[in-house]
């Protein structure tokens, strides 16, 4: 004769079960969170398949993708994986199916409304830069807080009143804020923005900002980078270690 087990303990032991699997999914997520290298290379990959579709190309191969992205055809499938499965071995991608996949994953499927601020040469030059609306990057708002700047037309769009982001943000249902202000001013215009509602930060300040879990942003130097480019060429023949003096 089997000996019973009492409801209560199948019921604890079930509810133990179930938090250790909760747990278990929710280590899960955690370690799938997609890496900030991924997701660049995902948008090498979509201009390639932009390119390819450009030619009437219909179908793709990894070990193409990865040629024209200076990539193994590895990295590519293993980028591709982390999203779901696509194309069949030996057949290669559709170019118009993988196409379209990868621009939901970038949310390009969509309209962002986008709001500029700072209209020096660099914020001017970002709101004609048609790529952004083509894209799906729409400017709405252009901002500063330069007085004499405001009531200017910069193309179809007037130059706002910075002071007045919040309602205007709100008005307009802006989660994309492009910042092209000098360095002392950029990370509280962030944090001005942050709790205007601004969810994504695209920064041209020449200085690294920082913001809530919340909130995503790039820093975009572009002195660092032509400084990278500097040191490549100015490192070739130098030895690998140099010893400096005091």
């Not at 133990?16 to 660049?40: E, G, I, Y």
């Not at 994986?81 to 071995?89: D, M």
């Not at 001017?124 to 009531?151: M, N, P, R």
Request: hydrophobic fraction near 40%; aromatic fraction near 6%; charge should be positive.
């Amino acid at each position: 004769m089997t000996d019973e087990i009492p409801a209560k303990k199948i019921a604890d032991g079930s509810r133990r079960n179930s938090k250790k699997k909760s747990a278990k999914v929710k280590r899960q997520k955690t370690s799938n969170k997609v890496s900030d290298a991924t997701v660049k290379r995902l948008s090498k990959y979509y201009r390639t398949l932009q390119n390819a579709l450009a030619t009437d190309k219909t179908t793709i191969s990894s070990e193409e993708i990865g040629r024209l992205n200076g990539l193994t055809a590895a990295q590519v499938r293993k980028d591709l994986s982390v999203f779901g499965a696509f194309g069949r071995r030996g057949l290669g991608y559709s170019v118009v199916d993988l196409h379209r996949a990868i621009s939901r994953i970038l949310g390009l499927h969509r309209t962002w409304n986008v709001c500029l601020v700072g209209v020096g040469n660099i914020g001017t030059a970002l709101v004609h830069f048609k790529q952004f609306a083509e894209q799906g990057f729409i400017f709405k708002l252009v901002l500063d807080s330069d007085k004499e700047k405001h009531g200017k037309m910069v193309g179809d769009l007037k130059i706002e009143d910075f002071a007045h982001a919040k309602e205007l943000i709100e008005r307009e249902n802006i989660k994309i804020a492009v910042v092209a202000v000098p360095s002392n001013a950029a990370q509280k215009v962030v944090d001005f923005l942050v709790d205007a509602g601004i969810r994504a930060v695209l920064n041209f300040a020449p200085v690294s900002i920082f913001v809530p879990k919340h909130v995503a942003v790039r820093n975009e130097n572009m002195a660092i980078e032509i400084e990278a480019l500097s040191y490549a060429l100015s490192s070739k023949g130098q030895r690998p270690r140099q010893t400096l003096t005091p």
